[in-house]
């Protein structure tokens, strides 16, 4: 059974600090990118970093770049994304997803597994 659950959410102040975790279970971690979206209320599912198989590669959307470190650590079946100088547009249900191929990393529907999500609310 695929399993991925995500931990580390909760409530920060703005200019604060979060690690997400993902943990996967039920496949093979290691053949499969792995990727954050987000979702606030209202809006649609939003891209927020990816990381390639071997962890080498990785990609951020442009509001998060330099703020936010997506890594991984094939080992343990995890991938974690740091979050840095949080702000208030950052609050949203951040979910982890998998893909064994991808085309479009940026794309949810290139996305084979999803997790529940974890809540990260920012206040100002």
């Known amino acids: 059974q695929v399993q991925l659950v995500e931990s580390g959410g909760g409530l920060v102040q703005t200019g604060g600090s979060l690690r997400l975790s993902c943990a996967a279970s039920?496949?093979?971690?290691?053949?499969?990118?792995m990727g954050w979206f987000r979702q606030a209320p209202g809006k649609e599912r939003e891209f927020v970093s990816a990381?390639?198989?071997?962890?080498?590669?990785?990609y951020y959307a442009d509001s998060v770049k330099g703020r936010f470190t997506i890594s991984r650590d094939n080992a343990h079946n995890t991938v974690y994304l740091q979050m840095t100088s949080l702000e208030p547009e950052d609050t949203a249900v951040y979910s982890c997803?998998?893909?064994?191929?991808?085309?479009?990393?940026?794309?949810?529907?290139?996305?084979?597994?999803w997790g529940q999500g974890t809540q990260v609310t920012v206040s100002s």
């Open positions: 997803a998998a893909a064994n191929s991808i085309v479009r990393i940026e794309d949810p529907w290139d996305y084979d597994y």
């Open positions: 039920g496949f093979t971690f290691s053949r499969y990118a």
């Open positions: 990381i390639r198989r071997g962890g080498l590669t990785t």
